[in-house]
């Protein structure tokens, strides 16, 4: 589980003004971190996702977000070399080949880049019920990190 923000009570936390989530190939990770972040700190923030490979979308993530009332609508997955906008406030890598990518790509700005890493739901086998429980984990933790990391602009 990824630390919370322990060296500035959550109170006198500032939220930045646009986060990355950067996960393999922009299908699973990422895009359920930049849905929840969306519902989670409102559209005052600019929140994007992207992948370090080339994706397709996955149905097992339309699933678990349509659970808890969320959605990707029409979004696909797409690459970070294909982002309009490249600067933003914090980086967050969700898979061990995108925080090394991330790293590459800030080590001349002052980004702040954060590694929360999450398992790969993809390596579970079994039911179709099993499956959906991997990646309703994985959801879980990056919900859990989201609220530990940013305050909700909804408070």
């Known amino acids: 589980m990824p630390p919370a ?4 009570p959550a109170e006198e936390r500032r939220d930045p003004g646009s986060v990355l989530f950067v996960c393999g190939m922009n299908s699973i990770r990422s ?7 969306r519902d989670i700190l409102g559209p005052g923030t600019y929140i994007a996702s992207a992948g370090v490979r080339p994706g397709t ?3 097992f993530v ?3 977000l349509n659970e808890i009332g969320l959605d990707l609508g029409k979004r696909q997955p797409q690459l970070l070399d294909d982002l309009e906008d490249g600067f933003f406030d914090v980086i967050v890598t969700l898979a061990p080949e995108a925080h090394h990518r991330a790293l590459e790509l800030t080590r001349t700005n002052a980004v702040d880049v954060i590694y929360w890493p999450m398992p790969d739901p993809t390596v579970a086998t079994g039911t179709r019920e099993q499956i959906l429980e991997s990646y309703r984990d994985v959801r879980d933790r ?5 609220m530990a990391r940013f305050r909700s602009r909804r408070d």
């Not at 895009?31 to 972040?37: K, L, R, S």
């Not at 990056?142 to 989201?146: L, V, W």
């Open 57 to 59: 979308r996955d149905p």
């Open 62 to 64: 339309d699933a678990v």
């Open 31 to 37: 895009p359920m971190a930049e849905a929840m972040a």
């Open 142 to 146: 990056i919900r859990t990190a989201i």
């Open 5 to 8: 923000d322990t060296d500035t």
